[in-house]
């Protein structure tokens, strides 16, 4: 009975392959083309969860200044650091560290989260990936109000040179270096894309990743330097740059991505070689990103 | 050109239990010898080795019964579901209407939710902006878009879905059953929208139980049975074979009398 179909049918397709790193390069492409759907969703999201509260997305600001000025002030005085200066520098490194946290604990949950609209409607999944990603940095942005209150504040100690910690580093204070804050955050925001593509995906299939992100990354937390600072380890270590302790800092790579947005904002000196290691992270981790898309892109909608 | 192609196409669906779902069996099966992962999780044939060829203009009633696989045809066919085995190509826009509530906010307006799903369908903001006045007229919920949609009964938000995707320019339309939960005065309503959408957009294919909405938007069918094509054909053959007897035999007046002029199925025999 299927003669009237296939009869005229053509012969099977020359090239129609699901797996093909031109199918997951397409579906990041066309992500990016319908930038207006999750332009439009992750302000959504925003207004959504501050829909009913009087000031709404305030409260974004609010409980970052508050959480900022308490650990400012807590630290510095354990740390017995000049609050002038080490409250900016936890203010934006708890900023920054917001901005990841959030991509990487909503990251793994993404295609989960969102298994209604990849079950029904025909979309790239990168899309979700985006709309997430973008809420990051409308939650990020509003964040970066409390930053511009403390500069206004603590101007005067962070425009010429100074030191966070004792026998830490000398910074030479704010200048021009500023401006490298905004390809620092577009390198964490690419980052931040691969990031819950990779780790999307594979919580999709295996239940259990999202947990486990969930409770190393506290730990990853008190590893980082943001409420200490990595002069602290120069110390300790008595400035030896070969001490195993150094390495605290810098095998962890969420260090690298903090200084990059976090440097420029201080008035720290600018250190390539943090630069150096992000962009070999965007490369590689976008390369293993797109090698899970070409292989497990459609497997998704059918493991959600 | 609009078209779907579908070869040999088989859709699978592994069963992860909890437990099978976790990293812990799986590193612990490959230690205990050659036990394959895959094969321990249960699979469950969706569809199983479906051929099939829709061309711009074709107008296809899906029918079967309960869990034939017609929803998850309808998936195959906008490319949600990529087939596990075989291929498939799907050339057009593809505007599907399953599930009524999901792609929509119970906490947002209707406003809202009327401009994400365009959003969604691939419209751009300013082309949603223009339609949303004509979607308040037809919708006639008046004052209620304003309203979170979680206040909205289900033939309201049925009746801003059809909305919706009757004001928009689809290239290929999938209908899944679901739409019958608006009231008469309004189906009348919506059945000249959405006649005059069939006729807008390339390709349509209808899963439904109605006779009345089969016979009236589409002239071909395709009878689903455990995730197998059984039959594919002209509507009216395929319709006599899986009800048992002929529909439009037992077709109202009234509905034969708005077909009339129209209808391709009548002038066409139901296909050959």
New interface residues.
């Given amino acids: 009975m299927q003669a009237t179909s296939t009869l005229d049918h053509p012969e099977a397709p020359p090239a129609v392959r699901s797996r093909s790193f031109k199918r997951a390069f397409a579906d990041v492409r066309e992500a990016w083309d319908h930038r207006e759907l999750w332009g439009h969703l992750g302000w959504q999201d925003i207004k959504q969860r501050y829909r009913r509260s009087v000031i709404g997305p305030l409260w974004i600001t609010i409980s970052m200044g508050t959480t900022a000025l308490a650990l400012g002030l807590l630290y510095s005085v354990l740390f017995k650091t000049d609050v002038a200066t080490f409250l900016p520098y936890v203010t934006v490194g708890f900023i920054v560290w917001n901005f990841i946290v959030g991509c990487v604990t909503e990251g793994t949950d993404v295609f989960i989260a969102n298994e209604g609209l990849i079950k029904h409607l025909p979309a790239p999944i990168t899309v979700h990936v985006m709309r997430m990603v973008w809420r990051q940095v409308l939650f990020f942005a509003h964040n970066l109000v409390v930053y511009l209150v403390v500069l206004a504040i603590f101007f005067t100690s962070l425009n010429h040179d100074y030191k966070i910690s004792e026998n830490g580093p000398v910074h030479p204070g704010l200048s021009w270096t500023i401006v490298l804050a905004i390809p620092g955050f577009v390198l964490l925001a690419v980052n931040a894309v691969w990031v819950s593509l990779l780790f999307g995906v594979i919580s999709t299939r295996f239940r259990d990743i999202p947990p486990v992100v969930n409770s190393f990354i506290n730990l990853v937390f008190f590893m980082t330097p943001i409420v200490w600072d990595a002069g602290v380890l120069q110390r300790v270590t008595g400035g030896g740059n070969n001490d195993w302790r150094m390495l605290i800092a810098e095998l962890n790579p969420v260090y690298h991505f903090v200084e990059v947005v976090r440097a420029p904002l201080l008035g720290h000196a600018v250190d390539w070689h943090h630069w150096a290691i992000v962009g070999g992270f965007t490369v590689a981790g976008w390369f293993a990103a797109l090698v899970i898309l070409r292989n497990y892109r459609a497997r998704v909608s059918y493991w959600v | 050109m609009v078209s779907i192609?579908v070869?040999n196409a088989s859709v699978d669906?592994?069963i992860?239990d909890?437990k099978s779902?976790?990293?812990?069996k799986?590193a612990l099966g490959k230690v205990g010898g050659k036990i394959g992962s895959e094969g321990r999780v249960p699979i469950i044939e969706a569809l199983h080795d479906i051929?099939?060829?829709?061309k711009d203009g074709a107008r296809v009633g899906l029918v079967g019964h309960n869990g034939a696989g017609k929803s998850t045809l309808l998936?195959l066919l906008?490319?949600?579901?990529?087939?596990?085995r075989g291929?498939?190509?799907i050339i057009g826009k593809?505007a599907?209407v399953?599930?009524l509530?999901?792609?929509m906010?119970p906490?947002?307006s209707g406003y809202?939710n009327i401009?994400?799903r365009g959003?969604?369908?691939g419209m751009?903001?300013k082309e949603m902006e223009k339609r949303v006045d004509d979607i308040a007229e037809f919708t006639e919920l008046g004052d209620y878009l304003q309203m979170p949609l979680r206040t909205y009964s289900t033939g309201m938000r049925v009746r801003l879905a059809l909305g919706v995707v009757t004001s928009i320019n689809p290239e290929i339309l999938l209908l899944d059953e679901g739409i019958g939960a608006v009231d008469a005065a309004f189906m009348a309503k919506a059945r000249d929208r959405l006649k005059d959408l069939v006729k807008r957009s390339g390709l349509l294919v209808f899963a439904n139980h109605s006779d009345e909405f089969l016979i009236e938007f589409c002239d071909?069918a395709i009878w689903m049975d455990e995730g197998h094509?059984?039959?594919?054909?002209?509507l009216r053959e395929v319709l006599t074979a899986y009800k048992g007897h002929d529909p439009f035999e037992r077709i109202s007046p009234e509905l034969l009398a708005r077909l009339g002029h129209t209808s391709p199925v009548l002038s066409g025999n139901g296909?050959?």
Avoid: N, Q
């Fill in positions: 192609d070869w669906f592994p992860f909890a779902r976790s990293l812990k799986l051929t099939l060829s829709l998936r906008a490319g949600i579901y990529e087939p596990t291929h498939s190509r593809v599907p399953f599930d509530g999901v792609g906010d906490e947002i809202e401009m994400i959003l969604f369908l751009t903001r071909t094509v059984k039959m594919h054909g002209g296909g050959e």
